[in-house]
């Protein structure tokens, strides 16, 4: 029992870590750009209190961890304040501080990766931890006593925030990140932008409860993707 509430609780902080460097990761490439206001309003930092929302961080994650017996979860962190107006190239400056979040998941997901793909442990054990990721009492039976298969876990576990976190902010729907890449692409005029921006939360809500199932799938493939290297 004690091993399972340790998983759960570095489930829970990788989770915030990933979401913190995804929403850095905005500000930095806003500050490259041109853009200082993330510097000056104290976000470019990995401390985790300049990043808390109530709800988003701690509500939303905890609610959905106690629903699903403590199987699953899913947040965020504030966003990161920046001025498009500010940024050096007004036609891709937004999408590329858009993509900066879902990048920086990419790099964190392909670097444990690659560190879960030389950790000498069995073939079998990594498909078990694999296979096992949501059964808490069954991982830590299969982690017990081995420091690779630890280790393996905390990367798989790496691997699966950051590849769903930058995948699902790629869908190209307001408020995602996505969406920053979908207006510079298309010429779309800046009423309709607004409009789309005020109302894209409702419509991203319908759109995963409709769509959930193809949604899944999407991320279940881009996962798929980085878990087979491991083996």
Do not use: C
Not at 19 to 47: F, M
Not at 119 to 144: A, D
Not at 180 to 207: C, D, H, N, Q, W
């Amino acid at each position: 029992m004690i091993n399972e509430i340790i998983l759960i609780i570095f489930f829970v902080i990788i989770l915030l870590y990933s979401v913190i460097i995804h929403e850095v990761a905005h500000g930095i490439a806003a500050l490259w750009l041109g853009d200082t206001t993330a510097k000056y309003a104290g976000r470019l930092t990995a401390n985790p209190m300049k990043h808390i929302d109530p709800w988003l961080t701690v509500i939303m994650p905890l609610s959905l961890l106690i629903l699903t017996n403590f199987q699953f979860a899913f947040g965020g962190a504030k966003p990161v304040p920046y001025n498009p107006y500010n940024l050096k190239n007004q036609k891709w400056g937004p999408a590329l501080v858009g993509v900066a979040g879902p990048g920086s998941n990419i790099l964190i997901a392909a670097v444990a990766t690659i560190f879960a793909k030389f950790i000498t442990i069995s073939p079998i054990v990594k498909e078990g931890i694999i296979y096992n990721f949501s059964n808490w009492h069954k991982i830590s039976q299969l982690i017990s006593g081995s420091m690779g298969a630890i280790f393996f876990e905390l990367m798989v576990i790496i691997i699966f925030w950051n590849v769903l976190l930058a995948f699902f902010n790629l869908i190209p729907i307001p408020p995602l990140d996505g969406s920053k890449l979908l207006f510079s692409i298309f010429p779309i005029k800046v009423e309709t932008m607004a409009k789309m921006e005020r109302y894209g939360f409702v419509f991203l809500l319908f759109f995963i409860i409709f769509f959930s199932g193809p949604i899944g799938l999407f991320l279940t493939a881009a996962l798929n993707l980085f878990l087979k290297i491991t083996v």
